[in-house]
């Protein structure tokens, strides 16, 4: 299984950047792809998720309304679109692929969730 991530760089506030993961070699169904950032000294935490089988989509609060999570399951691609960005949003971005997608159970948005794990993209939101 193989996640890389491209489409990050140097944006100013209040631009957008719209983020790509394409997914390679995964044979399960029900999986989920999900979106993690982590600035320097803090620990990754959780953007966005959705599901293979259903679409359906979650998000952080920090980001709600302001990034959009969507895929192409043809392409086995995952996109996050950035909008109204903000210099907190700087951070590594990775994605992610839960292989077993339990909504009911799993922290949606918890590392701990994920088995497979791309190289991650800088973002940098300048004020």
């Known amino acids: 299984v193989q996640l890389v991530e491209s489409g990050g760089g140097l944006v100013q506030a209040g631009g957008s950047l719209r983020l790509t993961c394409t997914v390679s070699g995964f044979t399960f169904d029900d999986y989920a792809i999900g979106w993690f950032r982590q600035a320097p000294g803090t620990e990754r ?18 980001v709600k309304g302001r990034f959009t999570i969507s895929s192409d399951n043809a392409k086995k691609t995952v996109y996050l679109q950035m909008n109204n960005m903000k210099p907190e949003d700087t951070a590594v971005y990775y994605c992610a692929a839960d292989e077993l997608f339990q909504p009911w159970s799993d922290n949606v948005l918890g590392e701990d969730s994920y088995e497979y794990w791309g190289q991650g993209t800088q973002v940098t939101v300048s004020s």
């Open 45 to 62: 935490d959780g953007v966005s998720c959705i599901s293979r089988s259903d679409g359906s989509t979650y998000y952080a609060d920090s």
